[in-house]
T-cell receptor, first 114, second 113 residues
C-alpha cells in the first residue's frame, strides 16, 4: 500500500536535546510538508519542499531544521533552540505538479519534552 | 492571499441529527477547496474536494458540501450523525501559488448518544 509513514508514534526527550522525526513516503510525490499542531491552533506550517535538495521556511520555522536528500524522505529536526517543542507533528506530501494542492498525511508523531 | 474561516470551534449534535460545519473562503473564488477529517491522535484524511464548476460535492462517510459563491461558503453537512463521526474537521484552500495549503482552525464535532 502506498502512503506516508512517520516514526516513532510517541517520542520523549529531555529539554536541551535535539531530536529528529522521520517521514517517508512511497507515493512518488514531489512535495513534502511538516506541520505542527497544538490544541486549538489548527495546523501551522514549519517547512516544505517542492523538490529534492530544496526547501522553504513555513510560518514557524525557528528552532527547526530539515533536509531533502531523497524524494521519499523529509526528516525534521527539532533543535534545542525551539522554546516549546512539545506538540503533535504531522508530515504530508502532495503531487506538487498537480495544481489542486491536495495533501496526504502521515499518522503523526507526538513529541513530549520533559 | 487565500484563506478560510471556520465558525465554531466546537459543535455538538445528537446521534441521528443533521451535522452542519461552517466554512467561508476569502473573497476571490478559489479553484479548489478541501474538507479534511482528523480522528484523535491520527493524521488528516481527505473527506472531499471542490473543483471549479461543481456546486454539490459528495465525499466519504456520507458527507457532502455545497459551494455557494454568493455567500463565499463551503459548508459541510451530513443528514444523520453517527457516533463514529466524532472528530475534528478542517476546511482548507490552496495558497502560495498552489505550493501550500492554508487550513482553517478546525471544528471539533461531538456526537451525543
Amino acid at each position: 500500500d502506498g502512503g506516508i509513514t512517520q516514526s516513532p508514534k510517541y517520542l520523549f526527550r529531555k529539554e536541551g536535546q535535539n531530536v529528529t522525526l522521520s517521514c517517508e513516503q512511497n507515493l512518488n510525490h514531489d512535495a513534502m510538508y511538516w506541520y505542527r499542531q497544538d490544541p486549538g491552533q489548527g495546523l501551522r506550517l514549519i517547512y516544505y519542499s517542492q523538490i529534492v535538495n530544496d526547501f522553504q521556511k513555513g510560518d514557524i520555522a525557528e528552532g527547526y531544521s530539515v533536509s531533502r536528500e531523497k524524494k521519499e524522505s523529509f526528516p525534521l529536526t527539532v533543535t534545542s533552540a525551539q522554546k516549546n517543542p512539545t506538540a503533535f507533528y504531522l508530515c504530508a506530501s502532495s503531487m506538487g505538479l498537480e495544481r489542486s494542492g491536495e495533501q496526504f498525511f502521515g499518522p503523526g508523531t507526538r513529541l513530549t519534552v520533559l | 492571499a487565500q484563506s478560510v474561516t471556520q465558525l465554531g470551534s466546537h459543535v455538538s449534535v445528537s446521534e441521528g441529527a443533521l451535522v452542519l460545519l461552517r466554512c467561508n473562503y476569502s473573497s476571490s473564488v478559489p479553484p479548489y477547496l478541501f474538507w479534511y477529517v482528523q480522528y484523535p491522535n491520527q493524521g488528516l484524511q481527505l473527506l472531499l474536494k471542490y473543483t471549479t464548476g461543481a456546486t454539490l460535492v459528495k465525499g466519504i462517510n456520507g458527507f457532502e458540501a455545497e459551494f455557494k459563491k454568493s455567500e463565499t461558503s463551503f459548508h459541510l453537512t451530513k443528514p444523520s450523525a453517527h457516533m463514529s463521526d466524532a472528530a475534528e474537521y478542517f476546511c482548507a484552500v490552496p495558497s502560495g501559488g498552489y505550493q501550500k495549503v492554508t487550513f482553517g482552525t478546525g471544528t471539533k464535532l461531538q456526537v451525543i448518544p
